[in-house]
């Protein structure tokens, strides 16, 4: 992994910091990647599916997720994990996704995470190869392709730091504060970063220097190291070796901060955890003096370090960099209040879920009306037997003539003198629980009773304690004896191009009990086009909890309502053409009980 990031890296963002991802998203768009660099964001307490961010002058819609194994399983190739939890939880976020795998790294800003902790916690990550950046950090970047959260400050200060494209030093520090200062200083005595990173300030970080200048010594961008230690700890003694040993070739200048120490008389706590020395060796002042003798560029003081990079950077003879093209963020940006996912009228044609219309609605496209709700409904491209499906159930519920409480709803509306719509409407309004909604009753019901292993007995059971019938079960007129075609016709078709039936297999178990007790307690139209969409999902791929929506939402209804629109539009239109008059329903069939009002 010689570079740590590209600019086809993407993250997934632990807590919803919503400034922090707007600031990777304006990077993102400023140096003109083509997709951001967050690909998710997980919010255990939002009741949210995505929010809102811009992306330029746009907006785009990141998902949400309750938990990391959800969001990495939606997007496996997202290899950042960008843990922005708070010290108490970071370290079981980075655990499980340790456990979770697939991350090449992981930035943890929390610090104060118990030092127990975060030692095994560093260890895990190390046998595991993935690269923890923290705790107590700001990030990292590779500029001019990906930058993590708040690191390198506006977008203003990042252009004039030259952080916008990939420079020639490899910069490593304790400090994130230090990070832009140092970011700044290199760009105006040098030609910037390749790669930088701040690799946090608490005592036992995951990365450490030698870590990450053992990487950039194989990124062929960095052409020389930066290297900003601080009194306390040993770590520089490794670079030390490494020099000593080969290991690192390139030129580097170093610095460590804290040489002020040495006039107090006691030790001194600087900013960070790890900014203590405990002995000599320690010491900022000794630590300097042992890099300048294995052939660093150690400066007098930090006030000749820009000095320092400059005399090196020039003494290389690196060619100069081409400025590449930026976008401008623009001034002012307002949020859109509607989001549409399925279709766009905005080009020279509209489209379904990304289909021109002429390229699904035209005859010679072979595509049907399955199709087009394939698209618009569920945003995906259904294969023929699916897309006849759809097309069979809405030719079955089309309509059960005038006597149904619908249908008897739009022809009295239409006699009334009212519209089409307005009589569509009336009917409409009439589907629900008793009648039609046992389509989605159906589907809710058996397909818990088969998620939970409910034999037929023990499904009967429960929906008694329910205190509900059976949806999908029972018929007024049709029985064992007297089958429903339509019913006979759908479980045919399924039986001829379905892949599998699970769940209509158990509910012809559940029919054979019931229909015992009572012959016409057979599984009805609506029951048996819940139970196989339930199937036809789970032949697609849908997950169960995908399913688990779709019934919830309503979605089987749908079909029937689609279906049955047709059954009620013919009966407005033929009440039109047969030019019906007012309704008004016979008083010898009303029930009359009026009793003389009681005086108060």
Known sequence: MAKLFTKDTQAIFWNNNRSAIQRMLDYDYTIKRETPSVAAIVAPTSGNKFDKFFFGADEVMIPLYKTTAEAKKAHPTAEALLNFASFRTAYDVTMEALEIGGFKSIMITAEGIPERLARGMNQKAREDGVIVIGPATVGAISPGAFKIANIGGTIDNIINSKLHRAGSCGLVTRSGGL?????????INADGIAEGVAIGGDRFVGSV??????RMEQNPDVKYMVLLGEVGGTEEYKVI????????????????????????????????????????????????????????????????????IKEVYESLNIAPIAEPE???????????????????????????????????????????????????????QYPKWATEFIETVIKTVADHGPAVSGAHNAKVTAR??????????????????????????????????????????????????????????????????????????????????????????????????TTSK????????????????????????????????????????AFFI???????????????????????????????????ADEI
């Open 209 to 214: 220097f030698i870590d990450n200048l053992l």
């Open 518 to 557: 009572k012959e016409n307690l057979i599984l009805n139209v609506d029951g048996t086009i819940g139970i196989l969409m339930v199937d036809m999902w789970r032949a697609l791929g849908y997950g169960e909890d995908e399913i688990d929506e779709f019934i919830e939402s309503g979605t089987l209804n």
């Open 416 to 513: 009334a003198g009212k519209s089409v719509v307005e009589s569509l409407v009336t009917g409409l309004l009439t589907i629900g629980p008793r009648f039609g909604g046992a389509i989605d009753g159906a589907a809710q019901y058996f397909k818990y009773a088969n998620d939970n292993n409910l034999d037929p007995k023990a499904f009967l059971k429960y929906m008694k304690g329910q205190g509900i019938p059976i949806p999908g079960i029972g018929h007024r007129i049709k029985s064992l004896k007297n089958p429903d075609l339509r019913v006979t016709g759908l479980m045919d078709f399924a039986k001829e191009n379905f892949p599998s039936t699970p769940l209509l297999d158990y509910a012809r178990t559940v029919e054979a009990l």
């Open 241 to 308: 070796e490494a020099i000593k040993s080969g290991k690192l070739t390139k030129p580097m200048v170093a610095w460590c901060i804290g040489t002020i120490a040495k006039y107090y008389d006691s030790g001194v706590q600087f900013g960070h955890a790890g900014a203590s020395a405990n002995s000599d060796m320690e010491t900022a002042e000794a630590k300097n003096k042992a890099m300048a003798d294995a052939g660093i560029h150690v400066p007098k003081s930090f006030n000749d370090l820009p000095a320092k």
């Open 179 to 187: 990070f832009n200062e140092l970011g700044n200083i290199i760009a």
């Open 326 to 380: 930026m976008n401008t963020l623009p001034k002012t940006r307002r949020s859109k209040q509607f989001i549409c996912t399925i279709s766009d009228d905005r080009g020279e044609e509209a489209t379904y879920a990304g289909f021109p219309i002429s390229s699904v609605a035209l005859p010679s496209t072979g595509k049907g009306i399955g199709d087009v709700i394939a698209l618009l409904w569920f945003k995906k």
């Open 562 to 596: 689609v279906g049955r629109s047709i059954g009620f539009i013919g009966h407005v239109l033929d009440e039109k053409r047969l030019a019906m008059p007012m309704y008004r329903h016979p008083m010898d069939d009303i029930l009359y009980d009026v009793q003389e």
